[in-house]
């Protein structure tokens, strides 16, 4: 155990996370750009049956996210995987979480720059093909890079008026799609079941909206009652994101009929309920939904290998500060540059399939940690799961299944990107120990 570890458990920091809190954190976790562009690559993979792969999912994550919960609430200051896997398994492995992290916030954000690109497509068709594609995405990138270095507070002030239109347009959406459709909505289920091999694509591909909620078990320490309210509201978080996921499939299938085909789904179904002012009004959803996690995505993810850096464990580069901003302007830079190559180079399902791998990774290493660090901080207020090591080892093994979904393409893509930090890490401690 690292020897800064016992000076952390003894931070003192202010518990005012309850419930509520901690449910509007899983919550908007969850519903990032995802769900807005997944309904058509789910119905293409599994049809009609598609409403059911959401369930799959959730039971798949629960397990995980209740590992989460435990491990998170062992540690008082401010947590994380780096912080989980140095704990557990040493320095190199914390520093894979970390790593690990970044690679799926940085593809995350490549694949939620393709999905608003093409959002802004079903509008204008030239900006979404070609030349005009690729300079939508330098201005959607190039901007949101020049935010993060110069720091505006007031960009990150708007990301809760964001939050706020992104749940009234999708809640909107179902409502009304209930309401226009009738039974409609509900699938006849009359068609062939889908291959067992096409569930499993499917399942990870929806895994994307299903990951986010980590960043709302980092925090932990600072509940007011973690034993009760992390599980709870994660519990209570993923129910209602379930919910809400399966009623966006079952009515954006019924508005329209070849789902599959298109790659904006929840924009045709606005539009095929509403006409132009539905597509419209949907549009401002995905853009303040988009926008909000891309800001986010990119503050948080440069600060990792800022801090990796300030660790020896990264680059000294990537931990300059300017002068002018007092931000971590090189890592910020790295990130915009590398997230606009891979948002060139692949589209929105091929991405959000990509990211899907390095979070397994990350998950699956975090409930391996339980079995090394319970021993050492059961006798501390912590919650601990119950039924001895028995969720931890589902959370392994529904990783595990899930890495075996992948395609051999994303394996070897996400390999040398593992490969590369590497490197980085072990030149990076080189340097440090001279």
Known sequence: MPKSLPQEIKEKLPRNLGLWGVWMLVVNGFIGAGIFGLPSGAAALAGEYSVFIYVICALLMLPVILSFAEVGSYFKGTGGPTKYGTAAFGPFIGFQGGWLYYLARLISFSANSVLLTDSIGYFFPALAAGNGRLLTLVLIIGILTLVNIIGSSESMKSMGLFTLIKFTVLIGLVFSGVIMLGPEVIPSFDSALPMGSDIGAATLLLIYAFVGFEGAVVPAGEAKNPERDMPLGLILGLAVVVFLYMAIQLVSQAAVPDLASTKTPLLDASAALFGEPGAIFLMVGVTTSVIANLIGAMFSASRVTYALALDQSFPKW????????????????????????????????????MTVLARLFLFGMTCACIPVLRPKFKDKKV????????????????????????????????????????????????????
């Open 318 to 353: 990537f931990g300059t500060v300017n002068d002018k901003y007092l931000t971590p302007a090189n890592s910020i830079l790295f990130f915009g540059i590398v997230a606009f190559v891979l948002a060139a180079m692949g589209s929105f399902t091929f991405l959000a399939a």
């Open 383 to 434: 919650f601990i799961l119950k039924g001895g090591y028995l969720i931890p080892v589902l959370g392994v093994a529904a990783c595990t299944w899930l890495m075996f979904q992948v395609t051999w393409t994303n394996i070897w893509m996400t390999g040398v990107l593992i490969g590369i930090g590497t490197v980085l890490y072990l030149v990076s401690r080189k340097k440090g120990q001279n």
